[in-house]
């Protein structure tokens, strides 16, 4: 079994850019493509313990935002038992992390991200 604590340097890169797209977006007000961005923050950062939960902290603040009390209530879930999926490395990769998907489901990844996170897949 391998353990994932740290997110590689170069994919932390690419994760902090996605953030950085999704705060540019909602100080806009254009909400969807700056939840565009924080799904695929998800996407990189799912397999690292503190990514994929602070992503989901993230998602828990854009629907308290929203007054969506579905992705308020899936975001509390997936804070409660997304970060040791994380560590272990039992995660559904290309999952966007909203509400709207099951929490399992792993979805196709848009091929830059599979391009990205082929580079820095463990093994």
């Not at 565009?36 to 994929?52: A, D, F, K, N």
């Not at 040791?84 to 999952?95: L, Q, R």
Request: net charge positive; glycine share 8%.
């Amino acid at each position: 079994m391998k353990f994932n604590t740290v997110i590689p340097k170069g994919l932390r890169i690419y994760y902090y850019n996605e953030l950085k797209l999704y705060r540019n977006f909602l100080h806009k007000g254009e909400l969807s493509t700056a939840w565009y961005h924080l799904e695929r923050t998800h996407i990189l950062g799912q397999s690292y313990p503190i990514e994929h939960s602070y992503t989901h902290w993230l998602m828990l603040k854009f629907g308290l935002r929203q007054r969506n009390i579905k992705e308020v209530f899936g975001q509390v879930i997936r804070l409660l038992v997304g970060g040791w999926k994380s560590f272990i490395d039992h995660v559904p990769i290309g999952n966007t992390g909203g509400s709207d998907v099951p929490p399992l489901k792993k979805m196709e990844l848009s091929p830059d991200l599979a391009h990205i996170l082929n580079k820095y897949r463990k093994n």
